[in-house]
Nanobody, 116 residues
Framework: QVQLVESGGGLVQPGGSLRLSCVAS????????MGWYRQAPGKQRELVAT????????NYADSVKDRFTISRDNAKNTVYLQMNSLKPEDTAVYYC?????????WGQGTQVTVSS
């Protein structure tokens, strides 16, 4: 089993920044793709960004390109999401997603609220 612990969410004003982190822990697993998804009230969960195992394959939703940056530290089994120039429409619960050799796992979610 793999456990995911997210951190870094909160309340920020429009134009501000936040950095999300997600640490994967457990025993005897290999991490492949890591990513972030988000779900706003009344909407379906949507992809924000994903990153491959060697960081050579990165994918962003059009709505966050040039504002968000995904990265990972394989030694720490950690994925990050640097979010800049935040907008009210970025308000959502953000979920970490990790694909491993065992299965795909989801974090518990962290709330990001962008409001003045």
């Amino acid at each position: 089993q793999v456990q995911l612990v997210e951190s870094g969410g909160g309340l920020v004003q429009p134009g501000g920044s936040l950095r999300l982190s997600c640490v994967a822990s457990g025993s005897r697993f290999s991490v492949y793709r890591m990513g972030w998804y988000r779900q706003a009230p009344g909407k379906q969960r949507e992809l924000v960004a994903t990153i491959g195992s060697s960081s050579s394959s990165i994918n962003y939703a059009d709505s966050v390109k040039d504002r968000f940056t995904i990265s990972r530290d394989n030694a720490k089994n950690t994925v990050y999401l640097q979010m800049n120039s935040l907008k009210p429409e970025d308000t959502a619960v953000y979920y970490c997603n990790v694909v491993t050799n065992m299965a795909t796992f989801w974090g518990q979610g962290t709330q990001v609220t962008v409001s003045s």
